[in-house]
Every structure is written in structure tokens, then in C-alpha cells.
């Protein structure tokens, strides 16, 4: 289906990457964006509709292995580090840099969700702009 | 934002409005998919990014001033009440009928969000189509 502009008319844009990551506004959506992406790509896999809720676990240890553990500090517990995943994840979607199809296609083609959210994580990382 | 075309290659399609309606399989994607619409059109109102999950009852209300409660069994729980709305809203959008910006817009112009989702549910309702 053809997707047209979503107008995104708040304040999201940070100055960069650790910033990003640390935003607990930008998490509050990106929790609902990461599910919905996630379960439409599970639908796919799955064959039939499907809805899921992302879990904490999954999302901090795809947020390690993406190579994004550096940027945040030292302490953080893996709930923060979750949240951090869905920030920078919802970000490169405002950011108009990883459309959702495309975050789709990155998640439904590899079937261990840690390494399909990984795969997510380091294309947002790698595209993401900053004023 | 410009969003292209999603790939759902699996099996969404319904006879009718009553199996749609019923169908625990889209309310489970629905349920994703209304909180990420709902939390996107919320932002916009708030100027900041900010996730919600919509109550189960104010779905429940929107589907009954949408008109679509005569679709249903007679008894049925305010919650598989909350899960039908859901089912049509994802419905709507997997049909490409209303499409995700269509449907932020609906909810963002109205502030109540009952009748939000009311707007939503009707729109949805007048637009589907079936096999």
C-alpha cells in the first residue's frame, strides 16, 4: 500500500546521535512505532495478521550489538537501553531517512529478531541526520 | 513524510464487515497499529513526541457512536468491543482505503478522543472493501 506525507508537526530533532538516545519523549513513541513495524513484519513472516509487543531484552541487546552502546553512559539499566533503541528507531522514521516500508524489509528478512532489530538499529544509525 | 509502499503479503482479507469485526487476528495488529496512529496524531497536538496506548474502553465507546455495535453478537465484553474497532481500523489501512496519514489526520483535528476515533471508525467503515 502507497503511503502518503504524515505530517510530523512537533518538536523531535535533536543535535545528535547521544542525544537522540537518551530521550525519553522520543522513546515514549518510538515504544509504539517499534511495535508496529515489528508486527507487521511478523504478520508477514507469519502469514496472517499478527500483533506483538517488542521485548525490552530484545531491544537492548540488538541496541549492543548495532554499536551503539558507546554513546550512552556508562550506568544505564536495560530497560534504558531499550528505550534508547526505540528512540533512535522512531527518529530515523521523523527524520524521513528510513521509511517504514523499508524499516519493514529490514526486519522481515532475517528471522532471530535480535540480529533483524539490529539490522533496523545500524541502517537508522548510518542515515540519521543532524542539524 | 513520504512512505512507499508496504509489502503485506499475508492473509488479511474478509468477506464482510462482521467477520472483519470478530477477527482476533487483525485486532491483535490493530492494536499496534491504532496506538502508533493515536500516538502520532498525539504528538502533533502535544508539539512533542509522546506515546500512548488507547483505553480499551474509549475504543469501545467510538465503535458504538460509529454505529458498528449491530454488527456484532448481542453480548459481547467492552473489551471484544475495543478489539473489533481495532480490527476495522488495521482493516481500512491494509485495504488502502485510508491510508496512515489519512487516518493521523482524522484523530488529530478532533480533541475528544472518543469522537476521534468515532471520525476514524466511520471513515474506515464507509470505505472498506470486500471480495
Not at 508486527?39 to 499478527?50: D, F, I, Q, T, W
Not at 534508547?84 to 528478512?109: Q, S, T
Amino acid at each position: 500500500m502507497k503511503e502518503h506525507k504524515i505530517a510530523c508537526s512537533f518538536s523531535w530533532r535533536r543535535r545528535n546521535l547521544s542525544e537522540v538516545l537518551v530521550d525519553s519523549a522520543l522513546s515514549s513513541l518510538g515504544d509504539s512505532y517499534i511495535n508496529f513495524v515489528y508486527s507487521v513484519a511478523l504478520s508477514n513472516k507469519k502469514g496472517e495478521p499478527e500483533g506483538t509487543k517488542v521485548k525490552g531484552s530484545i531491544l537492548a541487546e540488538a541496541l549492543r550489538k548495532a554499536g551503539l552502546r558507546e554513546y550512552l553512559p556508562s550506568r544505564m539499566s536495560r530497560h534504558s537501553l531499550a528505550d534508547a533503541a526505540e528512540a533512535l528507531a522512531v527518529y530515523a522514521w521523523l527524520d524521513d531517512c528510513l521509511r517504514l516500508d523499508e524499516a519493514v524489509d529490514a526486519i522481515r528478512k532475517i528471522n532471530d529478531p535480535v540480529e533483524a532489530l539490529t539490522r533496523l538499529l545500524v541502517a537508522a544509525k548510518e542515515r540519521v541526520t543532524f542539524p
